[in-house]
């Protein structure tokens, strides 16, 4: 089983500052790679795939990158209502099987 | 418009039994793979399992093999998980999501169903 890293914890930034988060694969998972969004009370909210790809309505400011064993997801000029839970998750083509990272928590400062 | 539709809230005592659903609509439902994800309070995301609908094919997280059965009817675009026994430690909030296509998500979880909260308590 694939375990899925993320850090830090809890990240303060400033709005309109940058943010950064990290997430490590225990094995290489290629660009297999997710990002949601969670905020209280929602389920979660798709927002890259394949490690760099944003969904469809996804703002121009979220960013991902890495391949193999580490990824980022990058914030660029955090608004508002960007400061939620975010989750990495890990995917395979065949057979379908996936884990989420433990998620970091992104809050103002 | 793909839309992933979860069953209500349920409250029930340990021991009881449990089948809580997810309807899906808006795309053709037996060709995705539904998963679901447990939410415990406070806690992050935990894969369970994912069923293709076409065909009943089914894959457990190896956590949660043999604690719960997956199912999904085709005929009325709705995918199933369910106790036998239910646990307090099964209290929580359960999301299913829809697998994506390859062009267009990667096979990552595009479209969630807005969740089931269960609550086990004596």
Same mark, same amino acid.
């Given at each position: 089983? !694939?375990?899925?890293? *993320?850090?830090? %914890?809890?990240?303060?930034?400033?709005?309109?500052? $940058?943010?950064?988060?990290?997430?490590?694969?225990? *094995?290489?998972?290629?660009?297999?790679?997710?990002?949601? *969004? *969670?905020?209280?009370?929602?389920?979660?909210?798709?927002? !890259?795939?394949? %490690?760099?790809? $944003?969904?469809?309505? !996804?703002?121009?400011?979220?960013?991902?990158?890495?391949?193999?064993?580490?990824?980022?997801l990058t914030i660029s000029s955090l608004q508002s209502e960007d400061f939620a839970v975010y989750y990495?998750?890990?995917?395979?083509?065949?057979?379908?099987?996936?884990?989420?990272?433990?998620?970091?928590?992104?809050? !103002?400062? | 418009?793909?839309?992933?539709?979860?069953?209500?809230?349920?409250?029930?005592?340990?021991?009881?039994?449990?089948?809580? #659903?997810?309807?899906? #609509?808006?795309?053709? =439902?037996?060709?995705? &793979?539904?998963?679901?994800?447990?939410?415990?309070?406070?806690?992050?995301?935990?894969?369970?399992?994912?069923?293709?609908?076409?065909?009943?094919?089914?894959?457990?997280?190896? #956590? =949660?093999?043999?604690?719960?059965?997956? @199912?999904?009817?085709?005929?009325?675009?709705?995918?199933?998980?369910? &106790?036998? @026994?239910?646990?307090?430690?099964?209290? /929580?909030?359960? =999301?299913? /999501?829809?697998?994506?296509? =390859?062009?267009?998500?990667?096979?990552?979880?595009?479209?969630?169903?807005?969740?089931?909260?269960?609550?086990? #308590?004596?």
């Open positions: 089983e !694939i375990v899925m890293t *993320q850090s830090p %914890a809890t990240l303060s930034v400033s709005p309109g500052d $940058r943010a950064t988060l990290s997430c490590r694969a225990s *094995q290489s998972v290629s660009s297999n790679l997710a990002w949601y *969004q *969670q905020k209280p009370g929602q389920p979660p909210r798709l927002l !890259i795939y394949d %490690a760099s790809t $944003r969904a469809t309505g !996804i703002p121009a400011r979220f960013s991902g990158s890495g391949s193999g064993t580490e990824f980022t990495c998750q890990q995917y395979n083509s065949w057979p379908p099987m996936y884990s989420f990272g433990q998620g970091t928590k992104l809050e !103002i400062k | 418009e793909v839309q992933v539709v979860q069953s209500g809230a349920e409250v029930k005592k340990p021991g009881e039994s449990l089948k809580i #659903s997810c309807k899906g #609509s808006g795309y053709s =439902f037996p060709s995705y &793979w539904i998963a679901w994800v447990r939410q415990m309070p406070g806690k992050g995301l935990e894969w369970m399992g994912i069923i293709y609908p076409g065909d009943s094919d089914t894959r457990y997280s190896p #956590s =949660f093999q043999g604690q719960v059965t997956i @199912s999904a009817d085709k005929s009325i675009t709705t995918a199933y998980l369910q &106790w036998s @026994s239910l646990k307090a430690s099964d209290s /929580a909030m359960y =999301f299913c /999501a829809r697998r994506g296509p =390859f062009d267009g998500s990667g096979y990552s979880l595009d479209y969630w169903g807005q969740g089931t909260l269960v609550t086990v #308590s004596s």
